[in-house]
């Protein structure tokens, strides 16, 4: 079992910046890759970015350039750096992370969501 805690989610005015963290925890697992994803009212959650364990990256069209993703493999967890917000990216953000357990054996591979931190960007 894998649990994911966001944190650092707030209000903050347009040009602002803001910095989300994750945390993974579990009595054993491993992380293949992680990433954000959002969910304002009325929309289809979407990704925002993405890092492998190798430090690959994408990111969404709509935030390249102004979104920068990082993590500490060591230590499993991911921060997203959120530079020049608009109103448009105001959402609930949610952690992922592609894990498996470890009990008798690893289990399969499987995606887990933290319980989302909310971010509110206003003119």
């Known amino acids: 079992q894998v649990q994911l805690v966001e944190s650092g989610g707030g209000l903050v005015q347009a040009g602002g910046s803001l910095r989300l963290s994750c945390a993974a925890s579990g009595s054993r697992f491993s992380i293949n890759g992680m990433g954000w994803y959002r969910q304002a009212p009325g929309k289809q959650r979407e990704l925002v970015a993405t890092?492998?364990?190798?430090?690959?990256?994408n990111y969404a069209d709509s935030v390249k350039g102004r979104f920068t993703i990082s993590r500490d493999n060591a230590k499993n967890t991911v921060n997203l750096q959120m530079n020049s917000l608009k109103p448009e990216d105001s959402a609930v953000y949610y952690c992922?992370?592609?894990?498996?357990?470890?009990?008798?054996?690893?289990?399969?591979?499987?995606?887990?969501w933290g319980q989302g931190t909310q971010v509110t960007v206003s003119s």
């Open positions: 890092i492998t364990n190798g430090g690959s990256t």
């Open positions: 992922s992370a592609k894990a498996r357990s470890y009990g008798s054996g690893w289990g399969a591979w499987d995606d887990y």
